[in-house]
């Protein structure tokens, strides 16, 4: 897991600045959209939507961008869409399984799109179960490093349900149980300690090592998959180690 999450951090900032910005941003303000929708648009009783609101501003989402979504979700604002959540399974090279978060309002544009991007890069769609049992939903919390140590990260979410702190380089992951997400999040908060997002994922139980060769390979699918407007979230259990990933650029 631990490559894949240095991978994932790594991007994660580079998305921020660049050309593929404004992509960033729609996926960002879709998901406030949705979060206001299905739990209000207070972010004080809807921790949700609070979480996607402090991930589309810590990602220099527009304030107005961010206001009208939620306006749109919570129904104060015509024009939003009824988006819904669909999960597509598939294997990409070298065997690395891959489960693909969608958020549309057109499920056969999203299905081609994801169908497209596997066949196009060496991979293919699966039948649905047949990769999915191999992750974790959990709650995953990702802290910058700073002159934070891993023991100060730990003091202050042990009690509050974190199962395990990762050291990714650069920042720290804080892994629990899904519904022990926003209390360790609060956890953090109080302890004055800064976070970078909290939201569920899936953490693959079982890991691909990938060579340099195959890291290109199955980043060149997952770029492809996120290449669609209705892809929320790829998830796969290849580990790379920090060679690699240096090798990749």
């Known amino acids: 897991m631990s490559g894949h999450s240095k991978w994932a951090t790594t991007k994660h900032k580079k998305a921020v600045v660049d050309a593929r910005r404004g992509k960033l941003f729609a996926r960002l303000v879709k998901n406030v959209e949705v979060a206001a929708r299905t739990g209000g648009g207070d972010p004080a009783g809807n921790p949700t939507l609070f979480d996607a ?4 501003k810590k990602n220099s989402v527009p304030n107005d961008n961010i206001d009208r979504a939620v ?3 919570s129904g104060q ?3 939003g869409a009824d988006y819904q959540t669909v999960m597509y399974e598939g294997y990409g090279p070298n065997g690395v399984a891959v489960l693909v978060e969608c958020l549309t309002d057109n499920r056969n544009r999203a299905a081609t799109d994801v169908r497209t991007a596997f066949t196009r890069n ?3 769609l699966a039948d649905a179960g047949s990769v999915s049992y191999m992750f974790s939903r959990k709650g995953v919390v990702l802290v910058p490093k700073g002159s934070l140590s891993e023991d100060d990260v730990l003091g202050a979410v042990l ?15 804080v892994v629990s149980e899904p519904g022990d997400l926003i209390p360790v999040r609060t956890a953090l908060q109080s302890a004055g300690i800064e976070y970078e997002s909290a939201e569920s994922s899936f953490v693959p139980s079982v890991t691909v090592p990938l060579d340099e060769d195959g890291a290109r390979r199955i980043f060149k699918l997952i770029d492809a998959i996120e290449d669609s407007d209705d892809v929320q979230n790829v998830y796969a259990n290849f580990d790379v180690s920090d060679d690699v990933i240096a090798a990749v650029g």
């Open 53 to 56: 609101i402090q991930k589309a």
């Open 71 to 73: 306006k749109r979700g």
């Open 159 to 173: 009690e509050a349900g974190a199962e395990d702190v990762n050291d990714l380089g650069e920042a720290y992951e």
């Open 77 to 79: 604002e015509a024009g």
């Open 122 to 124: 060496g991979g293919s």
